[in-house]
């Protein structure tokens, strides 16, 4: 259905740039504003109405989702044909466009068809609206996340030496269908023993051993919204070092957890993870940003890392994911996924993070 809510915000920004429409043509962007979620189409907002155009494979879909849009079936081999008969129609002059979402071809034929028009490209324009949840995009995510919890759960009575990282995955993942999911937000990681220090080593046919390590990074997708985990596990026994590593990250994240609140920079957050590592002498093994927003995307804005300038608004919801990666060795990264709220945070996460040995 299209929201009205998020409309009203996308045409103030038009209003600013004096934009007569915008052209939105990425699938999330698309979603987000419609909720039409097939895998073709481009909508088109002006001040008066929206309309969303489609070919014949999803018409009757986009009758049924998008209430609120005018549906028009494309009725030309190229799309852009029928978008220049609407524009001229709507008398739309100035266009905006996601220039980030489109391809230098798709983009000159664009410019081709329209030439008499003034095309704006904008980058991340409707991103930046999605960067702060609805209460109703919170309670799709808390689902997902919710699923993932539950495939956890599932997994660790599972888990047994010889299992490979594949069959692990495998698992994960089947739990989340049948939980609900739709698919699976990002290639699932399982990545064990000295595969573990590698941040995204994705599962193989390695076979788990007794002491080893064992990181799961995963996720799904729930009625088109992401969620995101990461949990290390260890098989059989673990030594010292060991101990010492998966403690030192449990720290981390639960001082940099302790940092978040609307108004703080993206920056504050992650450094109260680093220097943690930092007065350890472990500084040098964590060199990726703590965490990053999810929504309709698994990778989003903004994010936790040394350079992240931006404030921290209420409603975003971003992971929390501080790691050790050891070369030769092996790793450690815990991940939550939190939602930003004025004086703290809710995290949608809760399985364990004690170190589990299996």
């Known amino acids: ?34 909720g039409f979620t097939g895998t073709f189409g481009w909508v088109l907002v002006t001040h008066r109405d929206v309309y969303l155009m489609t070919d014949f494979r999803y018409v009757e879909q986009a009758q049924q989702q998008a209430h609120g849009c005018k549906i028009v079936r494309f009725q030309h081999y190229e799309p852009v044909i029928t978008l220049r008969m609407v524009m001229e129609e709507l008398d739309v002059i100035t266009l905006g466009v996601e220039s980030d979402r489109m391809t ?3 983009f000159e034929l664009l410019a081709h068809h329209v030439r008499r028009k003034a095309i704006t490209p904008l980058k991340g324009f409707i991103e930046e609206l999605r960067r702060v949840k609805s209460e109703d995009e919170i309670a799709l995510i808390a689902k997902a996340e919710a699923i993932s919890d539950e495939a956890f759960s599932h997994v660790i009575k599972l888990i047994k030496p010889g299992m490979t990282e594949l069959e692990i995955a495998m698992e994960l993942e089947f739990q989340m269908r049948r939980a609900g999911a739709s698919g699976v937000s990002f290639d ?27 990181t799961m990074d995963y996720g799904c997708i729930y009625q088109g919204y992401c969620s995101d985990i990461t949990r290390t596990i260890a098989l059989g026994q673990v030594d010292e070092k060991q101990e010492t590593v998966y403690n030192l990250v449990r720290k981390a994240q639960e001082e ?87 004086d703290g945070y809710i995290n949608l996460t809760h399985s364990p993070k004690e170190l589990i040995i299996l």
């Open 104 to 106: 230098v071809e798709e």
């Open 1 to 34: 259905m299209l929201n009205s809510i998020k409309v009203a915000k996308l045409r103030e920004k038009m209003k600013a740039l004096d934009l007569d429409g915008f052209l939105v043509t990425s699938k999330e962007n698309r979603q987000y504003l419609t």
């Open 256 to 342: 940099a957890l302790a940092a978040i609140k609307a108004g703080v920079t993206g920056k504050e957050v992650h450094m109260a993870a680093q220097n943690v590592f930092q007065d350890a002498g472990y500084g040098a093994f964590f060199g990726h940003g703590l965490g990053h927003s999810v929504g309709l995307e698994i990778h989003e804005e903004p994010r936790f890392s040394p350079k992240a300038e931006d404030v921290m608004q209420e409603n975003m919801v971003i992971t929390v994911e501080p790691g050790l990666y050891l070369p030769n060795w092996g790793g450690v990264r815990i991940e939550d996924l939190v939602v930003i709220k004025k």
């Open 188 to 214: 699932t990681i399982v990545a064990s023993g000295k595969r573990s220090s590698m941040p995204h080593g994705v599962a193989t046919d390695k076979k788990v051993e007794i002491g080893d390590f064992i």
